[in-house]
C-alpha cells in the first residue's frame, strides 16, 4: 500500500527455521503454515466425507479408498511455492525492496539486517513497521524440541504422520486434529481443561462432541510431561507420559506423531526493541498500541498477530496494515474498525461468529438484557446420506435495550464461513431482530435458518 | 348460516401450508384442501407442493449429487485414492431422493395433525365466495364454507402445444424428479432456471444433456451474469444450440425421440435423437379448474395469475391469494411462506404487518451456483441512469479450486452502487461455490440499507469465497483489470 503512494519500501522477512529444521519462503504465517495450508487439507478430510455421502446419491467405486499423505502435501505446498512466488513478484513490480535477512533494531531509526549466510547491513529509515507475528510454544518438558512437531512442521511434513497426538484446545490444536482424523488417522487431543478458550463455550462444547462423536479420542485434564522417542523413523514411535491436573494420576501413551498446539509466542524479544526504547508487555511479549498502531516511540508502528488485546487473524492484519498507510501517507483518517469482527473455526463441523459470545454478552449486558434466538437445523445435503440431524445450530444474541440490535452471531455447520461473512456486514450496518426477521430466506441453502 | 371454517386454504403447497399452520396457532378452525392432477406423463405426489415435491427439494438434492461427482475428481488431487472407472446409477440416487420427498409429504401431514387443521385431498373449486366444493379422485364430492379462504393452488409447467409431440413424448420437471430409470442423453429446449439448473445436474451425473434455447438465458436476470452461468456449462460438458427453436417431436421405432428444430441464425433445419426431452417453457397458474368467475376474482389476462393488493386480498372480499399463483410476485417458496405467515396474522393476529417484496435474494442452483439479491445492473442503470451507478466487481479464485485444478474462470462477483456520496448497494451477485450461503447474509445488510463503506469497514474472513464480496474495489468504470491475486 505504501509503495503506492511513491514511498521507499523495504521489506526484511527471515524465517527462524523450526527445531526440526524447517522453514518456509514469503508471505508469512497465513500463506505458509497457516490459514492456505490449514483450510486446503481441511478440504481433504471433507472430501473424504464427500466421498462417502456419494455413494449414497448414486455414486459408484470400489469400497476400500486410502488416502495418500504426501500426494495432497505435495499439492498444497506447490500451491503455497506459487503464492511465496507471486509476492515476491508483486513487491518488485510495486518498487518495494524485498531482502530475505533477520531485520533487529540497533540505534535510532536503523535496523541491521542478516542474511543467512550471516552477511550483515545496516538500513535507515524515517518509519518503521514490526510485523514479525509470532511462532507456535513448545512446553518445556524433556523431549518437546527433540521429538515434538508443530503447526510449523505439520503442513510440510513428508511422511505421513500417523497415529497423532495433538497437545492444546486451541482452534489449532482442533482443525488439526479434525482433519488428521478425516484422512483416516487415529488422532487424540490432550486438553488440559477447557476447549477454545475465548469462544462461545456452548459452541465450543458442541464441536468437541461432534469430534468426539465422529471418532477422535479426547484426554481431558492431563498435560504431558515428558516425551521419549521408542523408535527412530519416519515416523517413528514416541512415548508420551502425562499427568493428570487435578490430582496424581500418571497416564502413558504410544504415538507415531506429537503435534503441539498450545498456543503462539510474539517474535519481539530478540528484534532490539530496547535499543529503541519500544515498550512490551513483559509477560506476553505483545507490543501495546494506540488505536492508530503507534508504539510509543513515534516513527514505530506495529501490525498483526503481535499487537496486544487485539485479534489474531490475518483480514484483520491486512486492513489495519492497508489503513495506517492510507493514513501516513494519504491523507486518509478512517481507523481500522476492530468491533464485530468475523471468524470461522475450520473443525470438522465449521464454526462461524461474529460479535459477542452469550457469556460475554450475559458478563457485559446482563441476563435479563439480552435474548438469545436459536435453532437446530439440517442442512438438505445431509438428509439423503442420512448425517446427523440434530448436530448443525445457529443462534443470534440480542440486545433488548437497544431495539433488539444483533449482538452475537453463531452458526455452527458446513460452510459457516461462506455464511456468517455477510451477516458480519449486516451487523456491521446495525442489523435488528426485526430486520433479520423481515429479510427473506433463499432456499433451500443452510444461511436461510 | 354460520361458516364451518375460520379459514379454508385452498393448495397444499409451501404458501398454503404456512398460512394454514399460522392460523391455527392463533385458535382458528383451519382446513387445507390439496389435490395433485397427474402430469401428462402420469405424475404425481402427496402433499407439500412443488418445492417439496418436484421443485427446490429434489431439485437441489440432485444438484447435490452432481457436485459430488465433481468432488470425487477434486479427491484424487486431494491424495485420495479412487479406481476409475466410477460410475453413476440413477435409480439409487432417485430412492434415495423419492425416500426424502414421502418422508417431507409424511411430516407435513404429521403437522397439520398437530396443529389440528383439517386436511382434505380433494380437488376445490368455488361454489360462492364462501363455500368451495371439493372432489376426491374417485368422484366423490363434500361441501365446505368457510368466513375466510386462501388460494394457493401455484401454478405446473407448461407445455409448447402447438409443436407436434411435445405433449406425448416430453416431460417437464414434474415427472423428472420421479424418473426411477435415467433419463439417458436429455434435450432441454428453452432456458428458464429450471431447465438450465436440471441440465446442469443431468451433465454432472454423466448424461449427455443439450440445452436449447431461442433468445436470451435466464430472461428477468442480470445478462453478463446469466451469460458467465451458461459459458461455465458449455466449457464442463454441457452443450448448448443457441438461436435454436423445436419444431416437432415424434416416436422413432427404437424408443427413441426425434427431435426437429430450426437454426434461426443458420436458417436451417436439423434433427438428432434423444431419450429424453424436457420442456421447460414457464409454469402456469393453476386457476382454470377453481371457477374463479363464479365468485368474480379478478385474474390477470395475460398470465393467469391472480391479481392481488399489497395486503394479499384478491377482488372479492374475503379471499386472498399467496405464492405462485399470484401476480407480480416472485415465484419462491421464501416468500409464499412468508406472505402466507403474515397473512394469518393480519387476519387473526391483530397485526398490520404487510410483506416487503423487495430486495428477495434468490439463487440458482447451475453447476456452479448464482445467487442475487437487489437489482441487475441493467435494471439499475435503467433506473438511475448509467452516470450515477457504480459496479465494483471481481473475477476471483476460491482456494479449494487450486489444488483441485479446477476452472474458475466464471468465478465473478459484483456489486451495483449509486454513485452519489452515501453509495448504498442496489444489487449484489455471486457466482461460485455456495452462492446461496454467501449472499444469505449480505442480503440482511441489504435490508439494513448498507452503503458501500460499510461493506468496506467489514473485515472479511479468511479464507472464504465471501471475503472478496468485503474487498470489491476495481470498478467497472475504471476499466483495470478486475482479478484479485493473491492474499
Not at chain 1, 504422520?161 to 484446545?169: C, R
Not at chain 1, 461432534?210 to 498435560?223: C, K, S
Not at chain 1, 497416564?251 to 515498550?279: F, H, Q
Request: with cysteine; aromatic share 8%.
Amino acid at each position: 500500500e505504501a509503495a503506492k503512494y511513491e514511498k521507499k519500501v523495504m521489506v526484511l522477512d527471515f524465517v527462524m527455521p523450526t527445531p526440526l529444521g524447517n522453514s518456509w519462503g514469503l508471505g508469512g504465517t497465513c500463506v505458509n503454515v497457516g490459514c492456505i495450508p490449514k483450510k486446503l487439507m481441511h478440504q481433504a478430510a471433507l472430501l473424504g466425507q464427500a466421498l462417502q455421502d456419494s455413494r449414497k446419491y448414486g455414486w459408484q467405486f470400489t469400497e476400500e479408498v486410502k488416502h495418500n499423505w504426501m500426494t495432497m502435501t505435495e499439492s498444497v505446498q506447490n500451491y503455497i511455492g506459487s503464492l511465496n512466488w507471486g509476492y515476491r513478484v508483486s513487491l518488485r513490480e510495486k518498487n518495494v525492496t524485498y531482502e530475505n535477512a533477520y531485520g533487529e533494531f540497533v540505534g535510532p531509526h536503523t535496523v541491521k539486517a542478516t542474511n543467512k549466510r550471516g552477511v550483515e547491513k545496516l538500513y535507515t529509515a524515517e518509519r518503521f513497521l514490526i510485523a514479525t507475528g509470532e511462532r507456535p510454544r513448545y512446553l518445556g518438558i524433556p523431549g518437546d524440541k527433540e521429538y515434538c512437531i508443530s503447526s510449523d512442521d505439520l503442513f510440510s511434513l513428508p511422511y505421513c504422520p500417523g497415529k497423532t497426538l495433538v497437545v492444546g484446545a486451541s482452534y489449532v490444536a482442533l482443525e488439526c486434529a479434525g482433519f488428521l482424523a478425516g484422512l483416516g488417522l487415529d488422532v487424540t487431543v490432550m486438553v488440559r481443561s477447557i476447549l477454545l478458550r475465548g469462544f462461545d463455550q456452548d459452541i465450543a462444547n458442541k464441536i468437541g462432541e461432534y469430534m468426539e462423536e465422529h471418532g477422535i479420542n479426547f484426554i481431558r485434564e492431563f498435560v504431558p510431561i515428558k516425551v521419549e522417542q521408542i523408535e527412530e523413523g519416519t515416523p517413528g514411535r514416541l512415548k508420551v507420559t502425562a499427568k493428570s491436573t487435578t490430582g496424581n494420576q500418571i497416564i502413558e501413551g504410544e504415538y507415531n506423531t506429537v503435534l503441539l498446539a498450545i498456543g503462539r509466542d510474539a517474535c519481539t524479544r530478540k528484534i532490539g526493541l530496547d535499543k529503541v526504547g519500544v515498550k512490551i508487555n513483559e509477560k506476553t511479549g505483545k507490543i501495546p498500541v494506540n488505536d492508530e498502531e503507534q508504539t510509543n516511540v513515534p516513527y514505530i508502528y506495529a501490525v498483526g498477530d503481535i499487537l496486544q488485546d487485539k485479534l489474531e487473524l490475518t483480514p484483520v492484519a491486512i486492513q489495519a496494515g492497508r489503513l495506517l498507510v492510507q493514513r501516513l501517507y494519504g491523507g486518509a483518517t478512517s481507523k481500522c474498525d476492530y468491533v464485530n469482527v468475523p471468524t470461522t473455526v475450520f473443525t470438522p463441523l465449521e464454526y462461524g461468529a461474529c460479535g459477542y459470545s452469550e457469556e460475554t454478552a450475559v458478563e457485559k449486558f446482563g441476563e435479563e438484557n439480552i435474548e438469545v434466538y436459536h435453532s437446530h437445523f439440517w442442512p438438505l445435503e445431509w438428509t439423503v446420506p442420512s448425517r446427523d440431524n440434530n448436530k448443525c445450530y445457529a443462534k443470534i444474541i440480542c440486545n433488548i435495550q437497544d431495539n433488539e440490535r444483533v449482538i452475537g452471531f453463531h452458526v455452527l455447520g458446513p460452510n459457516a464461513g461462506e455464511i456468517t461473512q455477510g451477516f458480519a456486514a449486516a451487523m456491521k450496518c446495525g442489523l435488528t431482530k426485526e430486520q433479520l426477521d423481515s429479510t427473506i430466506g433463499i432456499h433451500p441453502v443452510c444461511a436461510e435458518v | 348460516g354460520k361458516n364451518e371454517y375460520d379459514l379454508l386454504v385452498i393448495g397444499g403447497g409451501s404458501g398454503g401450508l404456512a398460512c394454514a399452520k399460522e392460523a391455527a396457532q392463533f385458535g382458528r378452525k383451519v382446513a387445507v384442501l390439496d389435490y395433485v392432477e397427474p402430469s401428462p406423463q402420469g405424475t404425481k405426489w402427496g402433499l407439500g407442493g412443488t418445492c417439496v415435491n418436484v421443485g427446490c427439494i429434489p431439485k437441489k438434492l440432485m444438484h447435490q449429487a452432481a457436485l459430488l461427482g465433481s468432488a470425487l475428481k477434486d479427491a484424487q488431487h486431494y491424495g485420495w485414492n479412487i479406481a476409475q472407472p466410477v460410475h453413476h446409477t440413477w435409480s439409487v440416487m432417485a430412492q434415495a431422493v423419492q425416500n426424502y420427498v414421502k418422508s417431507l409429504n409424511w411430516g407435513h401431514r404429521v403437522q397439520l395433525q398437530d396443529k389440528k387443521v383439517k386436511y382434505f385431498n380433494m380437488k376445490g373449486s368455488f361454489s360462492d365466495p364462501h363455500t368451495i366444493r371439493g372432489l376426491t379422485k374417485a368422484g366423490k364430492e363434500t361441501v365446505v364454507t368457510a368466513e375466510n379462504i386462501v388460494i394457493a393452488t401455484g401454478g405446473r409447467p407448461k407445455y409448447p402445444t402447438h409443436i407436434a409431440g411435445a405433449l406425448e413424448y416430453g416431460i417437464t420437471s414434474d415427472d423428472l424428479f420421479w424418473l426411477k430409470e435415467s433419463p439417458g442423453k436429455t434435450l432441454t429446449p428453452f432456458v428458464f432456471n429450471v431447465s438450465l439448473e436440471c441440465a446442469g445436474f443431468l451433465s454432472g451425473l454423466g448424461l449427455d444433456t443439450t440445452v436449447m434455447m431461442r433468445s436470451i438465458p435466464l430472461r428477468g436476470f442480470d445478462q453478463q451474469m446469466a451469460s458467465l452461468v451458461t459459458e461455465h456449462m458449455e466449457s464442463h460438458g454441457t452443450k448448448f444450440l443457441k438461436k435454436c427453436f423445436p419444431t416437432k417431436v415424434e416416436k422413432l421405432e427404437s424408443n427413441r425421440l426425434q427431435v426437429t428444430w430450426k437454426n434461426t441464425d443458420l436458417g436451417t433445419e436439423e434433427t438428432d435423437s434423444f431419450n429424453t426431452v424436457m420442456w421447460a417453457v414457464g409454469r402456469a397458474p393453476e386457476t382454470e379448474t377453481l371457477n374463479l368467475e363464479t365468485v368474480g376474482v379478478k385474474t390477470n389476462s395475460e398470465t393467469g395469475k391472480i391479481i392481488v393488493d399489497a395486503s394479499e386480498a384478491t377482488s372479492v372480499p374475503h379471499i386472498y391469494a399467496v405464492g405462485d399463483i399470484t401476480e407480480g410476485r416472485p415465484e419462491l417458496t421464501p416468500t409464499a411462506i412468508a406472505a402466507g405467515k403474515l397473512l394469518a396474522q393480519r387476519l387473526f393476529g391483530q397485526s398490520s404487518e404487510l410483506m416487503d417484496y423487495d430486495n428477495v435474494p434468490t439463487t440458482v442452483f447451475t453447476p456452479l451456483e448464482y445467487s442475487c439479491v437487489g437489482l441487475s445492473e441493467e435494471a439499475a442503470v435503467q433506473c438511475y441512469g448509467s452516470d450515477n451507478v457504480e459496479v465494483y466487481h471481481a473475477y476471483y479464485k476460491p482456494l479449494e479450486f487450486t489444488v483441485a485444478e479446477r476452472d474458475a474462470t466464471q468465478c465473478y462477483m459484483k456489486m451495483v452502487c449509486l454513485r452519489e456520496r452515501e453509495q448504498r448497494i442496489l444489487g449484489l451477485h455471486f457466482i461460485g461455490p455456495n452462492a446461496g450461503e454467501v449472499i444469505q447474509g449480505f442480503a440482511l445488510g441489504i435490508k439494513c440499507g448498507a452503503t458501500y463503506p460499510q461493506l468496506m469497514k467489514t473485515i472479511g474472513i479468511h479464507p472464504t469465497c465471501a471475503e472478496e464480496i468485503t474487498k470489491l474495489h476495481i470498478t467497472k468504470r475504471s476499466g483495470l483489470d478486475a482479478t484479485v491475486t493473491g492474499c
